[in-house]
């Protein structure tokens, strides 16, 4: 049943519209189809540009070849009219037609041109930035070294050693541009906790090579940055350092040379600390205060749909701790949708028709995709009105239509255990006590995925219709 669902569900969320491109695998490799089809008018560009070159390289070697030759006795040429007409039409018709063609703005015409018929499909601002957070926060969740990330390794320190807790059968590397961007991700978030580590890999990788037109940044922004960075974090003493070495490079830049007087004022008004840049810290969360024990355990095991909601009063919203794209799936979709149903109810004895359930939501997460702890249950904090409106959720159901090749493990916080993602695999619980009281030990988490691609598909069962199906407890205790 599984794979034949999976198959479906994958040919049915063809048909829906794109939204963010890092929430969802599927768009990832929207992504790669699409780059294959700019490397096709890349391509035809080239063999055109190589073709106009071998046509001048021609010319070149024809002109050349006659002042070495014919054109060596001048008196020679004047006195051959064949040879004068040749020369007065080189020098009018062959040179004007070889300085001023248009072959080559045609070509990189073709080329624009096919990358903006493209251009709709391709990757947005916003997906940058989301797959860049989705690496920093497998970085964080899973304690992975910067240095390994960038050699294409993920890599855990264990009694002092570098240890692979992953290894990909695919692996790149990061250069410095990479690093660069995934620091400027951080540093315009005001992130100076990771946008130092970002950078200082940054300037690191552009010290030992040359810059490249394609690249964002270079090894001057590298410095700048990292700069600035480190005189957020208090690390001064670095910062005017690193500003010192930026006017080498640079030294009428007058913004720098202000940033020097300041951070030497500043020194000279209160010593460094030594080590300051062994203090970093990452930012403490408002929402999350479950944190370290939701990355321990995700450390210890380990599109074509809309961008995945979390409930706001009435109404949904996008959020940061949730990265996965979602859609929901009517029974009248297609007949597999009705099996699952009928399935689950065989295996709950709930009833999961609506509106005494929710629609099945599929669900797929792309580059650091994860959910942070929550529960299914309204709890204290809920809105009436969205209880009302809903319903509680007495139970759910969540079943993985694929396996991944690490992390994204379903995480109960309170329980302390976690379930790896197993294809054909199902978890169930009851969200709320007999009593009706929501069960605190289903706090739970998706943890972000490190490689692969996860499908889940839920179902969410309400209180309402289910009484004579998981009857309340007379006792209020239980």
């Known amino acids: 049943m599984s794979s034949y669902f999976s198959l479906f569900i994958f040919l049915y969320v063809l048909n829906i519209s794109f939204c963010e491109m890092f929430t969802s695998m599927m768009s990832v490799n929207q992504a790669v189809f699409a780059e294959k089809q700019l490397i096709d008018h890349l391509r035809l560009y080239i ?40 020369l ?21 015409k073709a080329l624009r041109e096919g990358y903006r018929k493209m251009e709709v499909s391709l990757p947005k601002l916003e997906d940058l930035q989301g797959a860049a957070q989705g690496l920093m926060r497998l970085q964080d969740v899973y304690d992975l070294r910067v240095e390994g990330l960038v050699q294409g390794h993920f890599q855990q320190i264990t009694n002092g050693n570098a240890v692979d807790i992953y290894k990909p059968p695919v692996s790149d590397t990061l250069s410095g541009d ?18 130092v580590q970002w950078f200082e890999e940054a300037v690191r990788l552009f010290r030992g090579t040359e810059w490249s037109p394609e690249n964002e940044g270079t090894l001057e922004d590298a410095l700048d940055h990292l700069a600035f960075s480190h005189f957020k974090t208090g690390n001064i003493s670095y910062a005017l350092s690193l500003s010192r ?37 990452r930012a403490d969360t408002t929402y999350l205060r479950t944190r370290n024990v ?9 599109s074509q749909l809309r961008r995945s909601v979390v409930a706001s009063g009435l109404n949904q919203a996008t959020a940061e701790y949730r990265i996965s794209k ?30 005494y359930a929710e629609y099945l939501q599929v669900v797929n997460y ?40 690490a992390g994204g493990f379903t995480a109960f916080i309170y329980a302390n255990f976690s379930v790896p993602v197993v294809e054909n695999g199902a978890l169930f619980w009851w969200n709320l006590h007999r009593n009706g009281q929501g069960n605190g030990d289903t706090l739970h988490a998706g943890c972000p995925v490190i490689v692969g691609d996860k499908w889940v598909a839920n179902k969410w069962v309400h209180e309402y219709g289910q009484e004579f199906r998981h009857r309340c407890s007379l006792n209020p205790e239980e």
């Open 245 to 281: 070495e930026l006017l080498l490079h640079d030294p009428m830049n007058r913004r720098v040379c202000l940033n020097v007087e300041k951070y030497e004022k500043l020194l000279d008004e209160s010593p460094p600390v030594t080590n300051q840049r062994l203090a970093l810290k």
């Open 88 to 108: 007065i039409k080189r020098l009018q018709s062959e040179w004007l037609n070889a300085v001023y063609t248009n072959e080559a703005e045609e070509n990189i």
């Open 366 to 405: 792309g580059i650091g995709g994860h959910y942070e702890p929550h529960f299914d249950h309204a709890t204290s904090d809920s809105s009436p009105l969205y209880r009302l409106k809903t319903g509680n959720r007495v139970a759910t159901f969540m079943i993985y239509l694929s396996s991944v090749e």
């Open 178 to 195: 990479d690093c660069f961007l995934l620091g400027k991700v951080a540093y315009d978030l005001e992130d100076y906790y990771h946008s």
């Open 47 to 86: 063999e055109l540009e190589i073709q106009r070159l071998d046509d001048i390289k021609r010319f070149f070697s024809r002109v050349t070849s006659l002042h070495s030759g014919v054109y060596n006795e001048p008196s020679a040429t004047i006195a051959n009219p064949i040879v004068a007409f040749k």
């Open 326 to 355: 979602s859609a929901w799936l009517k029974e009248s979709v297609h007949e597999i949708v009705g099996k699952v149903d009928r399935r689950i109810t065989m295996v709950t004895g709930l009833n999961v028709q609506p509106p």
């Open 294 to 302: 939701y990355e321990k355990l995700c450390q210890t095991k380990g």
